[in-house]
């Protein structure tokens, strides 16, 4: 294609750039004193249903070649037997009128605006439904749709999710009320190479009538994009406003919910102060009636014979030693295995500190 109609190998690198882009520039004859075509491609931003726009006019035969690429096309394709007729001649007296050549690209701009516009108003009500949701709007509704402070996470996220899309559509806008504005010179610098003058009132009357309706068209365009670009600022604006409400309704929630965990921790500090004053008068207690409890408990035992009649003698029976020989290792297994048990504990713990330092280095 790019052979067959003669189309500037520039035009791909064109449709590459997904920022968008135009640019445009005058081939002359081989002599170089006649202006012989212009060209002009254009590459909208991708979400701008992937236009892309290559136009080139010759002058010496006042003819249009155009191709446009894009997801709406059609209105374009409908607009086009009312813009060119198929056997449309050149004028030759003032009883004819030309069609401006830009007339393809006025309507293009014209569908362009159209699909900004509908995108605007879908913003605007999703801006709206958002702030609803704060209950901080300058527009009035009889239905309460504030969110709980406990699900302002989500809300942020999806304030966050908007504000992403907006600045990308703000990007666009400023691409189409720039390109509208570049358009109005480029159909400016076109008529005076066509007709000889920029001067309505001084142009041919076969020109007059197209031109000055599409230059008309163009200017209100670019006024249309212009205000477009600052609306769509004013609803990237009132996002920022609202993550900062969000934000403050999430932070209010998370103190209140740190006070209540906070006074929680109180209470269970309260609770076990009491419980240690308890287990402190049980050890007090403990400790007074201990020494009773192991003389009774020593002298109660069979090695021992006290005897009840006051006469009788005080005696120790020559076995006492058994209840040495099985107290003591008992009493030293206990003591071991307490300490043998506390210090696993300690290298358990010293284990986990040490595989936390090492992930947190690694991190």
Not at 177 to 197: D, F, K, M, P, V
Not at 315 to 339: D, F, Q, R
Request: one cysteine or more.
């Amino acid at each position: 294609m790019v052979k067959r109609f003669h189309i500037p190998i520039r035009f791909i690198e064109v449709l590459a750039n997904n920022n968008g882009g135009y640019y445009s520039f005058l081939a002359y004859s081989e002599d170089g004193t006649d202006v012989k075509n212009y060209h002009m491609s254009v590459k909208f931003p991708n979400s701008l249903q992937n236009l892309a726009i290559y136009f080139r006019f010759d002058v010496s035969n006042d003819n249009v070649f155009c191709i446009a690429f894009g997801q709406q096309i059609e209105p374009v394709k409908a607009a086009l037997p009312q813009i060119f007729s198929t056997d449309r001649p050149k004028p030759t007296s003032s009883s004819q009128v030309s069609t401006d050549p830009f007339k393809i690209i006025e309507v293009i701009t014209s569908e362009t605006l159209g699909w900004m516009e509908s995108e605007r108003l879908t913003f605007d009500l999703e801006v709206r439904r958002l702030e609803a949701k704060t209950g901080m709007s300058g527009h009035h509704s009889d239905v309460d749709s504030r969110l709980e402070a406990k699900h302002m996470g989500e809300l942020i996220s999806d304030l966050h999710k908007c504000g992403g899309q907006l600045s990308f559509f703000e990007r666009m806008c400023e691409f189409q009320a720039r390109w509208i504005g570049w358009l109005r010179c480029q159909h400016s610098w076109i008529n005076e190479i066509r007709t000889g003058t920029n001067d309505f009132r001084k142009m041919d009357a076969v020109y007059r009538p197209s031109v000055s309706k599409v230059a008309a068209s163009l200017d209100l365009g670019a006024s249309f994009a212009t205000e477009r670009h600052e609306q769509v600022k004013t609803l990237n604006n009132r996002i920022k406003i609202q993550l900062s409400i969000a934000a403050s309704l999430s932070a209010q929630n998370d103190t209140q919910n740190n006070i209540a965990i906070a006074e929680a921790s109180r209470r269970i500090a309260l609770e076990t102060r009491l419980d240690s004053d308890a287990m402190k008068t049980i050890a007090a207690l403990t400790m007074a009636y201990l020494p009773g409890t192991f003389v009774a408990t020593l002298f109660g035992m069979v090695f021992f014979n006290v005897g009840s009649d006051p006469n009788s003698k005080f005696s120790v029976n020559a076995k006492w030693w058994i209840y040495l020989a099985a107290t003591i290792p008992l009493t030293i297994l206990t003591v071991s295995l307490w300490l043998g048990w506390v210090k696993y504990k300690r290298s358990r713990r010293k284990k986990f500190e040490d595989s936390i330092d090492l992930t947190e280095k690694r991190v």
